[in-house]
Nanobody, 117 residues
């Protein structure tokens, strides 16, 4: 069974930083592209970033480019998202996702990020 467990969310001030982690199990992690997606209250699910299986090719939504960094550790079956220069509009539930956009898409339970002064 595929399991994705996010952690690292919390409250941050505007301009602050957080680091999200995702522990994956139940599938050969190193062979899959992994993504972060987010959903703010009352809004649609938004794709944030994707990293391909090798870890060097990365894609970002324009809204987070230059502020967020996605990374992965295939030896630890873990995915990360470094969030810098946070804005209030980054407030959302953040989900780790396997194969976003594909038929075998799975996401975790999420970790809440709240940006407020």
């Amino acid at each position: 069974e595929v399991q994705l467990v996010e952690s690292g969310g919390g409250l941050a001030q505007p301009g602050g930083s957080l680091r999200l982690s995702c522990a994956a199990s139940g599938f050969p992690f190193s062979g899959y592209p992994m993504s972060w997606v987010r959903q703010a209250p009352g809004k649609k699910l938004e794709w944030v970033s994707t990293i391909l299986s090798g870890g060097t090719t990365k894609y970002y939504a324009d809204s987070v480019k230059g502020r967020f960094t996605i990374s992965r550790d295939n030896a630890k079956s873990s995915l990360y998202l470094q969030l810098n220069s946070l804005k209030t509009e980054d407030t959302a539930m953040y989900y780790c996702a396997k194969s976003y956009g594909s038929s075998d898409y799975v996401r975790g339970q999420g970790t809440q990020v709240t940006v407020s002064s």
